[in-house]
């Protein structure tokens, strides 16, 4: 099979910079649905520009790339063993070329490979099957939504629902508090897979399996085909919205299944995939490994941008919201100044930081003045031109609230004035907030092209023995806008949609299937 490494190679580029069309849909849909002129509308618009930019550029539509994870059928006698050496090699080349972040670390030292391959890395399934064709399918699930799957052992107690039996309305129930648990961290709306029984392992598993079935088809058991329309009409009346920004699109789409379990256990285990629902599949001829034809409808087959317009103008045409433009460094006087709501435009030097730095930061000084600075949680993709200078190929925020322990402390140590993520952050770093004088500015998770196209240049880089996604990158920003939503008076817009969401979540507390 001389062309299976180039195919494999064309599926990961596919996958990673094309959304498919049927997931293009799911967004369209919810544009449509979602209430004119709100953060949530202008939300869906931005992550539909970004869509678009990412196929022209054909680049990462969302910087964290995830843990590519294969599912592979092919016929008796097909060498597995020279098509997974061929599987790593492509996925190495395509993170030489900036397709791929570099994901893959060391669990122990935290090392990264800078390769994405390593001792499970990537995640390769084989089955045999008899036909004759070889089917190849591969999902890019990032670490944010990775981070908010869930796993239920029956029957259960939760939060706002009460009893959760051994029953399909016992799995409703715990379907539904796996959306509210959820919030904006997994970058809302989404979509979820659900597996009912099996083990622990193999729970999750079918979890992730049905995250391979297409948006649109209907599950064959009429009890999961009910259910499932069942949570996508409800999980939307949670209020959650797009970014956990509120709203009346929380999820885009469902899939259930069910394998038989132990008499003693009872499991439903749900997996959380973002909007940047990255999954393609092709079918490959057995001789040559060359692509036949692809199993979900292209990217560029649907228009992701028609209709953009009219939902941006409504949104910045909000009477309610100020902009605010701010250039680094920032004044404790000028952060007192902002509210929940505004959208703050930064211009000017912004500092990248994540798990390792603020690990780092917190027993040493930093390499740069941090004073009056903004600290973006970002893991980019970066890539050298011809002339030896660092691009920015992706740099959308990632999730905050890994950070929680750290960063009310940082702030007050350094001076640090704003903080960039996605999700929200806790009431320790509500309270440092109203304390310090500082802000968190929620950026749109996902949105890597968006943002990229806002970092104008890079100034230096330290500590890139933490790898390239920990290492700390000193980026001229210009444009580069977000919205307030905790500010320096004690407000959080993130514990205002949980609490209003929890109150919601109660009303499914009654039976529904019995």
Not at 128 to 154: F, H, P
Not at 239 to 247: A, L, P
Not at 293 to 315: F, H, K
Request: aromatic residues 6%; charged residues 25%; glycine residues 12%.
């Amino acid at each position: 099979m001389q062309q299976f490494q180039q195919s494999v190679y064309d599926l990961i580029v596919e996958t990673s910079t094309h959304l498919p069309g049927d997931v293009r849909k799911a967004i369209i849909r919810a544009r449509e649905m979602e209430d004119r002129g709100t953060r949530s509308a202008l939300s869906l618009s931005t992550i539909s520009d970004n869509i678009h930019m990412a196929e022209c550029n054909v680049s990462p539509i969302c910087q964290d790339t995830g843990m590519p994870t294969f599912i592979i059928r092919c016929p008796v006698g097909a060498n597995q063993i020279v098509m997974k050496r061929q599987i790593l090699e492509a996925i190495a080349q395509a993170t030489r070329d900036g397709k791929l972040r570099e994901n893959s670390v060391d669990s122990l030292t935290g090392t990264n490979t800078g390769t994405n391959v390593g001792p499970g890395t990537p995640v390769v399934h084989f089955e045999q099957w008899e036909r004759e064709d070889i089917d190849v399918r591969l999902i890019l699930k990032g670490g944010g939504c990775e981070n908010k799957n869930i796993q239920y052992s029956l029957p259960a107690e939760l939060e706002g629902l009460g009893k959760a039996g051994r029953d399909l309305d016992g799995i409703r129930k715990c379907i539904m508090h796996a959306v509210y648990q959820a919030q904006g961290q997994g970058c809302s709306a989404g979509f979820i897979g659900v597996g009912i029984g099996g083990d622990r392992t193999t729970g999750y598993e079918l979890a992730k399996e049905q995250l391979f079935r297409p948006v649109d088809d209907i599950n064959p058991n009429p009890d999961l085909a009910k259910l499932e329309e069942y949570i996508v009409e409800n999980a939307n009346k949670l209020g959650i919205g797009t970014m956990g920004f509120g709203g009346q699109v929380t999820l885009l789409g469902c899939k259930i299944g069910a394998i038989n379990r132990l008499p003693a256990s009872f499991f439903v285990s749900v997996a959380y995939n973002c909007w940047a629902f990255r999954r393609q599949g092709v079918v490959l001829d057995s001789q040559s490994g060359a692509i036949k034809e692809w199993i979900y409808p292209r990217g560029s087959e649907v228009d992701i941008t028609g209709g953009n317009e009219g939902t941006q103008e409504a949104a910045a045409g909000q009477s309610q919201t100020r902009e605010i433009v701010l250039t680094t460094p920032i004044t404790e006087e000028q952060i007192r100044e902002l509210r929940v709501g505004d959208v703050v435009v930064i211009n000017g030097t912004i500092h990248t930081g994540r798990d390792a730095l603020h690990k780092y930061l917190m027993d040493h000084d930093s390499p740069v003045d941090l004073n009056g600075a903004v600290l973006y949680h970002c893991g980019p993709v970066m890539m050298k031109d011809e002339n030896g200078e660092w691009q920015v190929k992706a740099a959308g925020p990632t999730t905050s609230i890994r950070e929680e322990p750290y960063q009310g402390d940082i702030m007050k140590k350094f001076g640090i004035r704003a903080v960039i993520g996605k999700g929200g952050m806790g009431a320790k770093t509500l309270a440092a907030l109203q304390e310090h004088g500082g802000v968190y500015l929620n950026a749109i998770g996902g949105a890597a092209q968006y943002y990229a196209r806002c970092l104008k240049k890079v100034e230096g880089v330290d500590f890139m023995e933490f790898g390239m996604p920990e290492a700390m990158w000193h980026l001229q920003a210009e444009g580069f806008a977000a919205i307030v939503t905790m500010d320096s008076h004690g407000n959080s817009l993130h514990a205002d949609v949980e609490l209003d969401s929890r109150q919601k979540l109660e009303q499914f507390k009654e039976p529904v299937f019995k």
